[in-house]
């Protein structure tokens, strides 16, 4: 049975927990707060729900400085409560071997993220994986390999011991899915064919502006002429997507008729195979296999070179 004074205690300790809070999401819109830093327990914060976390955090995630408000966070113990798959970044680096200091390179993608909720959660989290991963080569290069696989589900274990994002499934698919593929966009070098852009903005769907947005986010090098180019190749990438859909738009891959001339070709009838055996020509074609915008024969042949693959 809980005494009255449990009760004041309970309250006590939760508005301990909300005023960390609420200081970390002032410093994060305003820069600066008036609020002395009160150091927040686990307790504290353990009769907060969810939907009482989850907006401040949001505040801090969207201010102008939000880089301030995770250095609150942190120094009031709030970070190490809550996520402690993010504390785990601080100090992380910037030492003995010699890679960024990545809780610093965290803040500052943060920083730079457009102000979209999706985005500057994907920034907090994208690098949460390399604390788990880090390795050295004899030569003595570090490396994160699988970095990004690790985070996502790391990130998917984090939402099953907080439930941050349980009201918002949405959010919390698409903040698990840019920490996933937070690298492809960065992988693009200028060498890529058609095909294989069509293939990545295909891959990534409904997300691929937040990727680009992520990505751009992410180059946080200080040297300027490199974060140029990395920059431009991410622009180019982008370019070259809107310019292709555009060409797809006004073209479809397969020519007029291809559909009748497989018909005689192979004998068959207006049926689900001849749909199956176009949507396997279009993903050829996706895949760099066969060349867009052909004359039919070019595919018939190409259904009769693999007749025994598509079942012909």
């Known amino acids: 049975m809980f005494m009255p004074e449990q009760v004041d205690n309970e309250r006590s300790d939760a508005d301990r927990g909300m005023t960390a809070l609420e200081r970390a999401?002032?410093?994060?819109?305003?820069g600066v707060t008036d609020r002395p830093l009160v150091l927040a327990q686990a307790g504290d914060l353990a009769s907060l729900s969810s939907g009482d976390i989850r907006p401040l955090l949001d505040r801090v995630m969207m201010g102008a400085y939000p880089d301030l408000g995770l250095d609150s966070l942190l120094a009031t113990g709030v970070l190490d409560v809550?996520?402690?798959e993010v504390q785990a970044m601080v100090g992380f680096g910037d030492g003995e071997w010699r890679h960024k200091d990545v809780w610093k390179h965290t803040k500052q993608v943060v920083s730079q993220a457009t102000a979209q909720l999706e985005?500057?959660?994907?920034a907090l989290f994208h690098d949460i994986g390399k604390v788990r991963t880090r390795s050295i080569s004899p030569s003595g290069e570090v490396h994160f390999f699988g970095h990004a696989e690790v985070g996502a589900r790391m990130f998917d274990k984090?939402?099953?011991?907080?439930?941050?994002?349980?009201?918002?499934?949405?959010?919390s698919s698409e903040i698990r899915f840019l920490v996933l593929h937070h690298l492809r966009a960065s992988q693009?070098?200028?060498?890529?064919t058609d095909s294989a852009v069509r293939r990545f903005a295909r891959d990534m769907g409904p997300h691929l502006e937040d990727l680009m947005c992520l990505s751009r986010a992410d180059i946080t090098t200080k040297r300027p002429e490199k974060k140029r180019r990395g920059i431009a190749?991410?622009?180019?990438?982008?370019?070259?997507?809107?310019?292709?859909?555009?060409?797809?738009?006004k073209q479809p891959p397969l020519p007029t008729g291809v559909g009748t001339a497989i018909m005689e070709a192979f004998g068959l009838a207006?049926?689900?195979?001849l749909g199956d055996l176009k949507r396997a020509l279009e993903a050829a074609v996706d895949a760099g296999?066969?060349?867009?915008?052909?004359?039919s024969a070019y595919y018939v042949q190409y259904l009769a070179e693999n007749a025994e693959r598509f079942g012909l």
């Open 188 to 192: 693009y070098d200028g060498s890529w």
């Open 233 to 249: 190749m991410i622009d180019e990438l982008a370019g070259r997507i809107t310019a292709l859909a555009a060409e797809d738009a």
């Open 119 to 122: 985005v500057r959660w994907a």
């Open 270 to 273: 207006p049926s689900r195979k």
């Open 289 to 295: 296999e066969v060349a867009p915008h052909q004359e």
């Open 158 to 171: 984090m939402e099953r011991r907080r439930s941050l994002f349980r009201a918002d499934e949405a959010l």
């Open 25 to 30: 999401a002032e410093c994060s819109e305003r």
């Open 82 to 84: 809550l996520l402690p």
